[in-house]
């Protein structure tokens, strides 16, 4: 399991861009100039459920559970970059490591390696800048990879329980424009996105889907961002 090794693609220089915070919202700073993130883009849509669901419990809770899924997912995205990039030499004092930090997150990577490890081949990116000038946005993008034999963009989530399809639907906005950003950076196709979300129970939730379906959501989420950048 651990011991795999995966081989990286070689692939036209991506530059490495500057991030940058205009008006509240992440930038970044492209050879063609400043580009908001596609994760400020997506903020607004479903904002006002955010709202709602913080007045219900409260912002001390809130921010509560907020704080504990951004650690639990930023510890995740840490073992599973250094899993991919082969930089586990040590397994005992890698292991060690991640179970002093925070057990649950352990066996949850534990259990999605198990099953990413038959699925993933080849890597092209891990946590790599890209950009788009046709759709405007930037990012730093999980991986893209080949999945079950297919360039995908590969998105990793954590969570507190399992999601509903129609939860989700601004991961697969996002997973498409990532997709699209590789696209125009590599003139490689990259037609298929996986969000693989690990809920507490261990027992992942594998979503694949076609990007090119989540094009006319993901012009929609840019115009209506530059509307409220207007507005606000």
């Not at 925070?102 to 990116?125: H, M, R, T």
């Not at 930037?138 to 939860?167: L, Q, R």
């Amino acid at each position: 399991m651990i011991l795999k090794n995966y081989a990286r693609k070689l692939l036209p220089e991506l530059p490495k861009l500057v991030r940058t915070n205009v008006g509240g919202n992440r930038h970044y700073e492209t050879p063609n100039g400043s580009y908001p993130s596609i994760t400020s883009v997506l903020s607004i849509r479903g904002k006002e459920s955010i709202l709602a669901w913080r007045k219900r419990v409260g912002n001390e809770e809130a921010n509560r559970i907020t704080k504990r899924a951004t650690t639990r997912g930023t510890h995740f995205h840490s073992l599973m970059e250094k899993y991919f990039l082969n930089e586990i030499d040590d397994y005992d004092s890698f292991s060690g490591d991640a179970l002093a930090k925070n057990p649950g997150v352990w066996f949850l990577f534990l259990e999605a390696v198990q099953i990413l490890e038959k699925k993933v081949g080849d890597i092209y990116c891990i946590e790599d800048y890209l950009y788009s000038d046709e759709y405007g946005v930037a990012g730093a993008v999980d991986m893209i990879a080949e999945y079950e034999g297919k360039t995908s963009v590969v998105d990793f989530k954590t969570s507190n329980s399992d999601k509903k399809e129609e939860w989700i639907e601004n991961y697969f906005i996002q997973g498409s424009a990532y997709a699209k950003m590789f696209t125009e950076r590599t003139n490689i196709p990259c037609d298929q996105l996986v969000i693989f979300i690990m809920p507490d129970s261990g027992v992942p939730q594998i979503f694949v889907k076609t990007v090119d379906d989540y094009i006319p959501q993901l012009i929609t989420a840019i115009d209506d961002f530059k509307s409220y950048q207007k507005k606000t």
